[in-house]
């Protein structure tokens, strides 16, 4: 229980420096239920994706769920997955993923994560989710 309440205090220390970088009041923060802790933030007046945020002891993970396989073009899976692979490396502070059925953006920090750095993580995942629906909507459905 004290993971999850340094957990979210963490998130919610990070939410002022988060909505000053992205200009967006509408941020809020929330635990889900279940036995791991896990937070999420969801961007209420945008078209940001909800990013998704665990304490897995050596690192703070950052999730942020893109679509799933039944959401790809079958004819043109192959190409999005080599396109994935070469933007990987493009993409600051977040890779491509695959998490059962759902392809995602994962972010991650040291347990000594700052607010600040928090901050900075989340504004860059939740860009980043959404320009690469953007970017690759063409493979979807």
């Given amino acids: 229980m004290s993971r999850r309440r340094s957990l979210i205090t963490l998130v919610e220390r990070a939410l002022p420096a988060l909505r000053r ?3 967006q009041d509408g941020i ?3 635990t889900l239920p279940g036995k791991v802790a896990v937070v999420e933030v969801v961007f209420a007046d945008d078209d940001r994706l909800p990013v998704y ?3 897995a002891g050596e690192q703070l993970l950052c999730i942020s ?5 039944c959401d790809i073009r079958r004819e043109r899976r192959a190409e999005l997955l080599e396109t994935l ?3 990987n490396p493009s993409v600051p502070l977040s890779a491509f ?3 059962g059925e759902h392809y995602v ?3 991650a920090l040291g347990p000594a994560a700052t607010p600040a750095d928090l901050a900075l ?3 860059t995942l939740a860009d980043n989710g959404r320009d690469a629906l953007a970017t690759l909507a063409e493979y979807l459905k």
């Fill in 21 to 23: 970088a992205l200009q």
């Fill in 28 to 30: 809020e923060a929330s």
């Fill in 53 to 55: 945020i665990t304490d």
């Fill in 65 to 69: 769920y893109l679509w799933r396989e």
């Fill in 85 to 87: 692979l070469e933007l």
């Fill in 97 to 99: 993923g695959r998490l």
């Fill in 105 to 107: 953006l994962i972010g």
């Fill in 121 to 123: 993580e989340l504004a």
